[in-house]
Each structure stands twice: as C-alpha cells, then as structure tokens.
C-alpha cells in the first residue's frame, strides 16, 4: 500500500522583526495544520531578511545555537500542540563557527537533529560564504512521528548527490527550505527553469516526491521567484503571483494537488505572500517496483526497466 503525507510549503516575504516573522509563521503553520498538513515547510532563513546580498558583520549577531534558537524555541510547542513536523530553517552559530542550517522538530515538540547546508554558494547577490562554513552533518534524514523526511537547504537542490544519498537512506519525501530569485548582477538571466529542471530530475531520478518553500517577492532589489512547480511534465501549479509549493512528482499526483490548491489573495499584510498549500504526497516507490504494476505516468518505470 503506497505511504500518504500531507505537506505543506509556506512562501511569503519576511522584514528585520524577528518577533512578527515567528508570529507571521506560526499564523500559517496553524491554517495549514487546519487543513490537514502534518508535515509544514517554512522557506529558508525565515527569521529575517535574506541578508546573503551583500557582507555586513552586523548580521552575525543574528545567529544562535541551535536549540536556544527563537524560531526553533518558538515551533517546537506549536508542533506539539498541532501534531505536526515542522523542519525550522536557522542561523546557527556553534562556537565560532556559523551555520546555515535546519531544525528537525517532530510532532511531539522534540528536536530530532540538525542538518547543516553543505553546498554554498558566493556569487553576486548570494555571498553565503562570507556567513556559512560549508555543513559538517553529512546528508541525513529523519524518522518522525509523520515519515521519514529528507532535509536539503536551498543550493543543495542543484546537487544530485543531495538527493540521491537521502534517497537511499529511505526518505519518503524530500523537502528543500529555499531563498532564490533573480541574478542581481545580469537581469537578463532567469534561472527559474533551470532550477525547477534540477529539482525535476532529482524526483524522476530518485522516484520520490519534492517539495520547496522559497520566498517570494522583493528585498533590497533582488526578486524572489518562489514560483511554485510541478512534475515530470514540466507543468506549473500556480501563476507567477502567488506563493508557491513546490511539488515534483507524477502527473497524476499533480492533478491532484492542483485541484486542491486553494484560491487566496494576497494575506492580510498585503506582501503578496503567505499562501499554504496542503499537498497529499503518495509515496510511489513500492509501487513503482513491484512486477507488472501499470505505469502510474506516462515514461514511468517499470519492473523491467529496473531489472536491466
């Protein structure tokens, strides 16, 4: 019998006010809770602006610990009250070391580990590295009281072996908290298409759905495409105007999900953001395995396409 999660992928735009970012979080991670979500993907480093654009010291003050974190303080009693795993994006400091990095909490309110980003990038308008130590976890992926969930963060989505080694580990979904957009320093370069190919390629590859919660509209001049993708068919879930969930995976599923998508204007504080999509994920690969099972897609596997 195939494995169902429910995931939900919140998108919105995020100011300095570490207090009303949390409060702006938890107001999303309740409605998507009400609407059947168990596991809920906040973006990438929703506790502030993305503050990679340039290099200012004054943002390393904005780091803490990992478990005295205030967005991990505040999430992990809103899961357990909820019920739900809700993965908390982070600036970590550990010592003097600085981290890009994410907080499994299960739906008990227990914090199962961290997984630190591996990959980051330094170019114009993402200058990670003046921030981030590149991560020391390895690839992990956790067992909660919902599944069993593979954490990538963000530039880790253009890397196969991110996917791949979660993948092997058994995930049964695979969830990217996301900031990217526009190229500050050539307008002319759109990498959204390339980045919702990568993200393709690693849920045909691995037969496992993905999710990702970017942020959307615009910080210092830099537009943040969190549009929200797709399957196999290369098929988009919602105009370039709202928030978006990510979600690769068979065509089927997409239909699916797309029916389900709920019709919401911009949320009370006019940013254009904070739309929850709550998207039943099938965990397909059992399926996808066992001889003589149809193809559930069109190009899907097959037994003997395997057996080669």
């Known amino acids: ?63 803490y610990e990992a478990k005295t974190h205030p967005c991990v303080v505040a999430m992990a009693p809103l899961a357990k ?11 970590e400091r550990d010592g003097p070391q600085y981290y890009n990095s994410v907080v499994i909490v299960d739906a008990d309110g227990k914090q199962l580990g961290v997984y630190r980003k591996s990959h980051i990038p330094d170019g114009p308008g993402y200058q990670e590295k003046y921030y981030f130590r590149p991560g020391d976890t390895g690839f992990r992926v956790w067992d909660t009281k919902k599944g069993r969930i593979g954490v990538g963060i963000c530039w880790d989505q253009w ?13 049964d979904v695979l969830l990217y908290p996301t900031a990217i957009g526009s190229e500050p320093h050539d307008a002319s370069l759109d990498t959204a298409a390339r980045w919702r190919r990568a993200m393709l390629g690693h849920a045909v590859s691995n037969v496992t759905p993905v999710a990702a919660a970017n942020r959307v509209g615009t910080e210092n001049g830099q537009v943040f495409y969190g549009t929200q993708r797709v399957d196999e068919t290369d098929s988009v879930l919602a105009a370039a105007d709202t928030p978006y969930v990510v979600l690769l995976g068979p ?30 994920i099938k965990q397909l690969k059992r399926l996808l395995l066992v001889h003589n099972t149809p193809a559930l897609w069109p190009g899907a596997p097959t037994q003997s396409a395997h057996s080669c």
């Open 251 to 280: 065509p089927a599923l997409t239909a699916a999900v797309m029916a389900a998508l709920p019709d919401r204007a911009p949320d009370s504080e006019g940013d254009g953001g904070g739309v929850v999509s709550v998207l039943l």
């Open 159 to 171: 890397y196969p072996e991110t996917a791949r080694a979660m993948a092997l580990m058994g995930a």
């Open 81 to 91: 009250e909820l019920g739900v795993v809700i993965p908390v994006s982070i600036y």
């Open 1 to 63: 019998m195939a494995k169902t999660i429910k995931v939900a992928a919140i998108q919105t735009a995020y100011g300095e006010d570490l207090k009303a970012n949390i409060a702006k979080t938890e107001r999303f991670v309740r409605e998507a809770a009400g609407k059947g979500a168990q596991v809920i993907l906040p973006s990438e480093l929703f506790q502030g602006p993305y503050f990679c654009t340039t290099q200012e010291e004054k943002w390393f003050g904005t780091a």
